[in-house]
C-alpha cells in the first residue's frame, strides 16, 4: 500500500477512556522497537505500560487531555494527544499566549511509513486553528541524530528551545498556524 493509498484510509476521531489499552500496546511496541535499534535512552528499556505512572498517564490523556485517534480501515493505527501547554513536568516554558501543544504521538509499528503521524499532525493543526490559535508547539527527544526532530520539521515545525531534562536531551518546535 503506498501511503496515498494508506491516506484515502485513515480515519482520524476523538479518543477517550476506551482508547488507553490500545495507546498503552503501541506505546510498548515502541519501546521494544527504539531498544530493538539501539535506542535505549529515549523511553528507557522496560516496557511503557510497566513504567512507574505510564499507565495513570496514558489515562489522564484520555480523560484530561484531548485524545485523537488515527484508524487505518477501522483498527487503531495511531494517536494524538492534544493540551493547551507543556507538561508541568518538563522544563518548558508557557508560550505566553493562547497555544496547543502535542503531548503524545504515537503510531503502530505495524503501519510505520504509511503517513499516520502526519494524518495526526495535519488534523492537530486543523483542531488548533478552529479553536482560533495560531501556535501549535511540541516537544521530543532531540538525541539519536536528531531523526525525530528532523520528522517535526519534515510535518512543518521549526526548531525553538532545546532544553536538558536531566540527562534527556530534548528540543521544542512550533508551527505558526495564522
Known sequence: MTNDEAAQRIRIRPGGPADAPAILDMLDSAVAWM???????????????????GAERVERYTTLNTPYVAELDGTTAGALVLDTGP??????????????????????????????????LAHAAEETRRAGVDLLRVDCWAGGGGELVAYYERNGFARTDPFLSGTWPGQVLARRLG
Open 35 to 53: 531498544n530493538a535499534r539501539g535506542n535505549t535512552q529515549q523511553w528507557g528499556t522496560v516496557p511503557y505500560s510497566q513504567t512507574a505512572g
Open 87 to 120: 507538561s508541568p513536568q518538563m522544563p518548558i516554558a508557557p508560550a505566553g499566549e493562547p497555544e496547543r501543544y502535542v503531548r503524545l504521538l504515537i503510531s503502530d509499528r505495524r503501519h510505520a511509513g504509511l503517513g499516520i503521524g502526519a494524518a495526526l
